[in-house]
């Protein structure tokens, strides 16, 4: 837990990895990738459908999982050619679509039912260009954050895409085609959604939000007319949470609504319930911490969970000393006193950096791998992470290959694993996006 008087402190001071120096060094990484003419007008090659046939899909190392369809950024609309995160939403009738994010605004997709891609248009930055752009779904509506300086909070409203044929593609208005604007935050760094209970919880949010950069918290109930319901300050600043309406077995919280926010160098546990007055329930360090990021409860009952830290791999610090992209394995039975019982490392070296689970599958996006897929059913029986097994893979970057990859904030940024198809949308920083299939063993 960093409060706002130490991250203050942390900025600028090598005490401890700080968004302000994970920041400075991917832009530094980014800057230097440009220069390379890696994000260059047809810098890669549109590429059609190619299955996984001894470990590869055309360029791609993979593993039981097949390329289904791939569209590059500049195929989508942007002048830019940079992605970043990636959503889905599913239509009452069960057409599917991603919301696709890049540096200069949104790009929609729709998936068909053969698991094409279908450019269908796009929404622009609400302001300038940058690196982060960030989007969940409620509902119909996608929620969508971004650094870039006064940005605020785009409601668009996904049904706008059912009448869409993507010949031509339609550019929405950042004004009239918005079914909100909300400004109570300008940038923000990510979008946390908690469906159940209809609230947004961006996080990273600039310090002019007045929010420390923790639980910036919005009712979105009317999506016509988000309200501000609350901070969470105490922790200082949050990178990225996973909220739930808790029914795991600490009973003392049954029925409470309760965020796993990981906190740049802890995994704090609050209630947020009553969002005038969120109650944190711990704060949890552990070996090897440099830049706790993201993660995910391993099933519904909600006694353990995965977190990925975003620098332990590039500083080699901890169990990650090796580079191998390393998972953190947390007994969280106990929201006062979650104990870290084990880790998973993949065989391939990279960083990771948002992973979702389903089905006791957990889909990670681990930049220069690409996606993995390990089956995490184990845990519940094994916390020590030792039962983990790799059964997928798509790596999206080949440039790493030849050295076995790289600590480097090259390749994937996000995963949307929620289809019901099965059909898998990954966003690639440099290339485009994929739509995948995994075909290997439920
Ligand atoms: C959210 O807003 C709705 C009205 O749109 C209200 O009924 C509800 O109480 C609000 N919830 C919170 C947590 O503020
Ligand atoms: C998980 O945590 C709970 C609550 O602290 C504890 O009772 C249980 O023994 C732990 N399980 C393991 C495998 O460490």
């Keep these: 837990m960093k409060t706002a008087a130490t991250l203050f402190a942390l900025i600028g001071s090598a005490a401890a990895a700080g968004m302000a120096e994970l920041k400075q060094r991917k832009m ?95 929404l622009p930055t609400q302001t300038t260009s940058s690196s982060w752009r960030d989007m969940k779904v409620i509902g119909n509506h996608v929620y969508i954050g971004s650094e870039a300086s006064n940005h605020g909070l785009q409601v668009f409203d996904m049904t706008k895409l059912l009448t869409l044929t993507g010949s031509p593609p339609k550019t929405f208005s950042i004004t009239s085609d918005l079914t909100a604007r909300f400004t109570g935050f300008g940038s923000s760094h990510n979008i946390v959604a908690h469906e159940e209970t209809k609230m947004i919880y961006a996080v990273g949010t600039a310090t002019s939000a007045g929010c420390s950069g923790g639980l910036f918290m919005v009712n979105v ?46 995994l704090d546990i609050v209630d947020v319930t009553k969002k005038s007055a969120p109650v944190t329930l711990s704060s949890t360090a552990y070996n090897g911490a440099s830049y706790t990021h993201q993660g995910w409860l391993v099933d519904e009952s909600m006694r353990y969970l995965l977190l990925d830290d975003e620098l332990d791999e590039q500083n080699k610090k901890g169990v990650a000393a090796n580079q191998r992209t390393t998972t953190y394995i947390v007994n969280v039975s106990s929201l006062t006193a979650p104990k870290f019982t084990g880790t998973y490392q993949s065989p ?35 916390p020590t992470g030792k ?17 076995g990859g790289r600590a480097e904030f090259t390749g994937t940024w996000s995963v949307y694993p929620y289809f019901k198809s099965g059909y898998i949308v990954l966003n690639s920083i440099e290339r485009g996006v994929y739509s995948l299939k995994y075909t290997g063993p439920a």
């Design 28 to 122: 530094e990484a980014w800057a230097a990738q440009n220069e390379a003419g890696v994000f260059d007008v047809d810098r890669y090659a549109a590429q059609a459908a190619t299955a996984c046939v001894n470990g590869k899909a055309g360029e791609y190392q993979c593993k039981n999982v097949d390329m289904v369809s791939f569209l590059r950024h500049q195929d989508m609309g942007s002048t830019t050619r940079k992605g970043n995160d990636i959503w889905g939403w599913t239509s009452s009738t069960g057409r599917e679509f991603a919301a696709v994010g890049q540096t200069d605004g949104t790009a929609f997709v729709e998936i068909k039912s053969d698991g094409s891609l279908v450019y269908l248009g796009r």
């Design 221 to 266: 109930t009317n999506p016509a007319k988000p309200t501000t319901a609350g901070c969470l300050s105490a922790g200082g600043y949050v990178h990225d949470a996973q909220c739930v309406i808790y029914k795991g077995p600490d009973t003392r919280y049954t029925g409470k609504e309760i965020c796993f926010n990981f906190n740049e160098d802890t």
């Design 387 to 403: 039962g983990i097994t790799e059964v997928g893979y798509f790596d999206c970057y080949p440039e790493d290959d030849s050295v």
């Design 348 to 382: 391939a070296k990279s960083i990771d950096h948002n992973q979702y689970v389903k089905n006791g599958l957990s889909y990670q996006a681990n930049y220069g791998s690409g996606l993995r897929i390990i089956n995490v059913k184990s845990v519940a029986s094994d």
